[in-house]
């Protein structure tokens, strides 16, 4: 493989280009007029304009990708997250057109794309799954006779959904029937498939996935797991690795299993096996996710493995580099997503220029982006500004240095998740590992965000800083949601 083209934009469009320049490897970027002036464009050695800014008119249009990848003699597509990285078709069409996909079959995307499908692909192996119905349901009123078997609440899922899409929970016996049929319906008009299914409904989980590698030559192994209960409606603002509550035992468990749900689907590629774990520490089977993973850095940094060149070598056909027995876990990873976002506002997003932007550096740091100083933040795609990553030691250090990575960054022109994140990272629940899905909306409010800054400027007030420099605190507002927040730290 001596070319590849990056089927994808912004921060994981660079950090692709990246690791193929490690490898000797050319890159080609597209891009839609909006990103023009991106530095993934700019980084690539080709760069080909695709369309208009909406991704329907440029990263969503396959056939004009492997148009361009044709014409410049490319060998192989890396497809990132997002857009077409889960799309059966275009995998198909790329392998049809002597193209290497970098990732897994089509074949296994399908398995995984359908809840139903992953269930009866892993039926013959011995994976722990929630209590519930493994076949579309038919029978209303037989449906409704194992819920009550299972005790209430149950959760009606939709086979097509994921990520928490086309998801209901039932609180009793009698709202059963009418919610079967809103859940049918709606699975029918968003996903144009109305097989659902019932699950019991698991309270307080823990969302933990593990990452997967396997070869074409039957190696499959685990990277250990992330945890990623900190979310927001679906969406993950923190991530870590390894997980603050894991047992090896269990970490052994749920890395076996993660590798024969992998097995079950003929797994070649990087991939992520999503868990939930109760309260009790019983962990179950969700769903596969056939991509390489937004969060995958923290992996990464405990590991020492570079994800992505272990996906290009196995793609060329090569053996993974490593063993089970090879990989051991290296200190404590964090992970905050950098929204442009207010996180004081509900999250609304806050599109705009980036007037100052200047990235944390020093020990355990890592900046993930695809911004400079001076870009505007585009309308038309995920609100995402990059992903902040520390190492440290233990979890304390890595929190510790999310905590200043946080403090240290520079964003002015747009609100971002900055002091959410480090909210998060100084939250006595989140400190202990003591927390689940519901941390954000246990725990958090924009009133919290100010308890938080006012907390902090009273320690400055108590060690005799003054609050100097007006004019730079309205400027810049890096980690204060208002400008509340003493500047002390930046001014010493
Ligand atoms: C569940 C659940 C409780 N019980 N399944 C949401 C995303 C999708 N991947 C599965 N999800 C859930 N499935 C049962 N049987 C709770 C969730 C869930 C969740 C899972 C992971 C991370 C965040 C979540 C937030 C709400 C609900």
Known sequence: MKKILIANRGEIALRVMRTAKDMGISTVAVFSEADRNAPFVRYADEAVCIGPAPSNQSYLLGEKLIEVAKELNVDGIHPGYGFLSENAGFTRKVTDAGITFIGPSPEAMEVMGSKLAAKAAVKSYNIPMVPGTDEAITDVEAAKKL?????????????????????????????????????????????????????????????????????????????????????????????????????????????????????????????????LLDENKNYYFLEMNTRLQVEHPVTEMITGVDLVREQINVARGEKLSFSQEDLKIHGHAMEVRVYAEDAANNFLPDIGHLSTYRRPTGPGIRVDDGFEEGMDIPIYYDPMISKLITHGATREEAMDRMVRACEDYLISGVKTTLPFGKFVMQHEAFRSGNFDTHFVSKHFSPEALDRNDEAEALIAAIIGTSLVDDKKKASITTNASSTKQSNWRRNR
């Open 147 to 275: 819920a009550t078997e299972i005790g209430f609440p149950i959760l009606i899922k939709a086979s097509a959904g994921g990520g928490g899409k086309g998801m209901r929970i039932v609180e009793r016996e009698e709202d059963f029937v009418e919610q079967m049929a809103l859940a049918v319906n709606e699975a029918v008009s968003s996903f144009g498939d109305g097989a659902v299914f019932i699950e019991k409904y698991v309270g307080s989980p823990r969302h933990i996935e593990i990452q997967v590698m396997a070869d074409t030559h039957g190696n499959i192994v685990h990277l250990f797991e992330r945890e990623c209960s900190v979310q927001r409606r679906h969406q993950k603002v923190v991530e870590e690795a390894p997980s603050a509550v894991l047992t090896p035992e269990i970490r052994e468990a749920m890395g076996k299993s993660a590798v024969d749900v992998a097995r079950a689907c003929n797994y070649v590629g990087a991939g992520t096996v999503e868990f």
